[in-house]
């Protein structure tokens, strides 16, 4: 049985289409990641498949049951960490799992064993009595996990996990999720970040203005990021035709004009920036400045959906 079934699924606020008819499935076992930029759908999904939201249509079931209509049983063996940490500031770390458990139905004895593990585990033990208004955004989240955790869930929901912390904690996450990988738990977790998407899914839905672009291993997803490398260059002379010329030079898959600069796309950017020096020296021009940004979602996605950019491009795309 499939842990997540998604079919045809709908969601509109008003005019606005967040959701644009969506369809996959997450095998048990499986790490899902769900990588898009803001206001994707990505949260609407998930608030979707946890019964806080209805579809306008479509359907969703957890591991068989159908979360619209039969939303109990589907909550029942699932654990929900929110984007927003849900952890109340009056409250010690282990009064925030206690109310956590409490919700879930977990039974005293089992409660306190569970929560002097997870509290371990986050390493959060050593200030399980401290209020968490003390608390760091990193350890928050970790508390906020393992709130997500206290019921032995055996699917979970991540809501951006390690968006925007410290290196510990964020190290300290990824360990805990592996781990649960390890004894069979299914994760399903939205991301911004290509790279952690690539480190820790099996497979990556990408969602883009509420339509799933591709489902894909992360493999094939790092083959789509190194085809989309790029390179920002600016010369100190621009009355020679750079869109026409950079476009001959070898290595290189596409150029675009953006501004006062010129946005090359290459699987080699080493080898590419060699031959701009080159590039540069015989026609007697200064670079005035070079950049290698990493690829952006907006690169990957125009790349995925084969989408034209607008404005001036000269396409060499395979
Ligand atoms: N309750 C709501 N009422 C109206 N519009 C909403 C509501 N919730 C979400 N939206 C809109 O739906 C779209 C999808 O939002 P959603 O929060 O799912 O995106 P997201 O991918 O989770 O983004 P982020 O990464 O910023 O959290 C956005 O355009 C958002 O403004």
Not at 148 to 175: A, C, H, K, Y
């Amino acid at each position: 049985m499939k842990a997540i079934e998604v079919s045809h699924l709908i969601k509109k606020f008003g005019s606005l289409t967040a959701l644009n008819d969506i369809s996959f499935s997450v095998g048990e076992g499986e790490t899902f990641g769900f990588l898009g930029p803001n206001g994707a759908g990505k949260t609407t999904t998930i608030r979707i498949l946890t019964g806080v939201s209805r579809p306008t249509s479509g359907t969703a079931t957890i591991f068989g049951h159908d979360v619209k209509h039969d939303t109990i049983a589907a909550r029942q063996s699932v654990g929900i960490v929110s984007e927003n940490s849900n952890v109340y500031d009056d409250l010690t770390a282990w009064q925030n799992l206690m109310f956590s458990a409490e919700l879930y139905h977990v039974g005293r004895k089992e409660r306190e064993k569970k929560a002097n593990e997870l509290l371990r585990k986050f390493e959060l033990y050593e200030r399980r009595n401290d209020k968490v208004q003390g608390f760091s955004k990193g350890m928050k989240r970790r508390l906020t996990l393992a709130m997500g955790m206290v019921n032995s869930p055996r699917l979970i929901f991540l809501d951006e996990p390690t968006s925007g912390l410290d290196v510990q904690s964020n190290l300290i996450i990824r360990e805990v999720i592996s781990g649960l990988v390890r004894e069979g738990v299914t994760v399903f977790l939205t991301t911004h970040n290509i790279e952690e998407a690539n480190v820790m899914c099996d497979r990556v839905a990408i969602i883009n203005k509420g339509n799933i672009v591709a489902v894909d291993t992360p493999e094939s997803l790092k083959r789509t990021i190194r085809s989309v490398q790029s390179i920002e260059v600016a010369f100190d002379n621009n009355s020679i035709d750079h869109l026409e010329e950079l476009s001959r030079l070898p290595m290189i898959n596409e150029v675009h004009k953006a501004g006062d600069k010129f946005k090359i796309f290459t699987e080699l950017p080493s080898e590419v920036i060699d031959a701009l020096v080159v590039y540069a020296h015989s026609y007697n021009l200064k670079i005035l400045s070079i950049a290698t940004p990493g690829p952006s979602l907006e690169d990957v996605f125009v790349r995925l959906t084969g989408l034209q950019r607008a404005g001036d491009g000269i396409h060499a795309i395979d």
